[in-house]
């Protein structure tokens, strides 16, 4: 049985804060825009109890609370979200083909926002525990749960010790390994003043996971002191690993350029090096990962997508016009040259009239057209018939002979 299609003009890979800053700027373009996201609308940015350096909200407020008001603005420009894994995409042919289990999504344009997914320690044991048998990655959603509870958080980044402050709310006990010397973390001067501050917190320095064991949920990990190799059990009714995520980008291998590590390399304009796909937020191989980040890069994507959008209905509708013959002037308005080459233009229009299509390319703007056509450099004239460029001048002179008499052998 065939799948059923859908189309689109839009698809977003990831509902993080990038995916929805993105569907919030194509959805307000009128562009028919969908929001792919395989677990809850607002991405990594949910797991983090506290956010304080989000422009504009001086008040803290949650990564939960953050996302839903992104979500709200999404949908009020008509984007769809939908809560769903994704099977397979095929981003090299002109339609881009996202697939579920039973829908093909069939998009012009895909904005890559898959975010990143966290990195597992690799110790014995650790598959059996994933998730909701004791190892998780997310305080905000599981700290009720260990209410009166042991807990053992692994890492010391900013994420790991603004996480276990927020546990020490609910649970009993709070330990940290830290694979560094005694008083050496990794997060920012507030977090480790605060963390240092706080009588429940308990670190374990010079640690790092060697196995993790239990029955049916996780019991009990065993850590070992890098520095002596001695073997250091710890009873434990949860573990919370915060030691960095990867790239979530298994699904565009072999089709989009990355980096050895995985993350997705893109332009200043979020262009990835297909035609028509974006990357945007922590998937981009970038400096900072942060909401902020996500939501520039975000906001650049779907501006980008809306412009690669209309300028390719233009160049189809436009410059490849079946009907008749087309010239095609690729200028810069602010350039003496191209201004006065243009009178030249506006003579050979008015010298055909009817028999020839005459448009005009603002290079200023954007190079795409004019790349399209070969042309990198203005003022240049291209001469199209049946869809194919037949004549072009690398570079205008104001001598228009030539170029008129490729125009009669056209339109005689």
């Known amino acids: ?15 993080g804060a990038g995916g929805l800053t993105a569907g919030i700027y194509c959805g307000r373009a009128r562009l028919k825009t969908i929001i792919f996201e395989k677990a809850l609308p607002g991405g990594l940015a949910t797991y983090t109890s506290e956010i304080e350096n989000y422009p ?27 809560l769903t894994a994704i099977k397979t995409v095929d981003l090299t042919s002109k339609e881009k083909v996202v697939s579920t289990f039973r829908t093909d999504y069939v998009a012009k344009s895909v904005i890559i926002a898959a975010g990143g997914k966290p990195r597992l320690t690799g110790a014995k044991g650790e598959e059996l525990f994933l998730y909701d048998k004791g190892i998780s990655f997310c305080a905000t959603c599981d700290a009720a749960y260990y209410t009166g509870k042991s807990v053992l958080i692994i890492g010391s980044g900013d994420a790991a010790i603004e996480e276990a402050i927020f546990l020490t709310k ?21 977090a480790k003043e605060h963390a240092f501050a706080n009588p429940k917190l308990e670190f374990l320095w010079n640690t790092m996971v060697e196995e993790f064991k239990g029955e049916e949920r996780l019991q009990q990990v065993v850590l070992k002191n890098v520095k002596t190799g001695n073997l250091i059990p710890v009873d434990v009714d949860g573990c919370f690993l915060f030691i960095g995520y990867l790239a979530d980008t298994d699904l565009f291998k072999g089709q989009v350029t990355m980096n050895q590590r995985g993350y997705v390399l893109t332009n200043e304009n979020m262009e990835t090096n297909l035609e028509g796909v974006f990357a ?26 809306e412009r690669y959008l209309a300028e390719t209905s233009y160049f189809e509708q436009q410059l490849m016009d079946d009907n008749k013959p087309t010239l095609v002037y690729c200028w810069n308005p602010i350039d003496p040259l191209c201004r006065s080459f243009m009178s030249d233009v506006e003579k050979i229009k008015e010298k055909y009239n009817e028999k020839l299509k005459v448009v005009v390319v603002d290079m200023y703007k954007s190079g795409k057209m004019a790349e399209k056509l ?21 570079e205008c002179t104001g001598d228009t002979c030539i170029i008129e008499a490729e125009i009669d052998k056209k339109c005689s």
């Open 1 to 15: 049985m065939a799948k059923k299609r859908e189309y689109y003009d839009v698809a977003i890979i990831g509902g």
């Open 56 to 82: 504009g909200f001086p008040e803290t407020l949650s990564g939960t609370e953050l996302m839903k008001r992104f979500e709200k603005q999404a949908k009020k420009f008509g984007t769809e979200i939908k």
């Open 170 to 190: 609910f649970a009993s006990r709070v330990q940290i390994s830290v694979i560094h010397d005694e008083g050496t973390i990794d997060a920012n001067e507030i």
């Open 280 to 305: 945007v937020g922590d998937v981009r191989d970038k400096v900072l990962r942060q909401v902020a980040t996500a939501v520039g890069d975000g906001a650049i994507g779907g501006v980008a997508a």
């Open 374 to 394: 070969g042309i990198s450099q203005a003022p240049a004239l291209a001469l199209i018939d049946n869809r194919e460029v037949c004549y072009r001048t690398m």
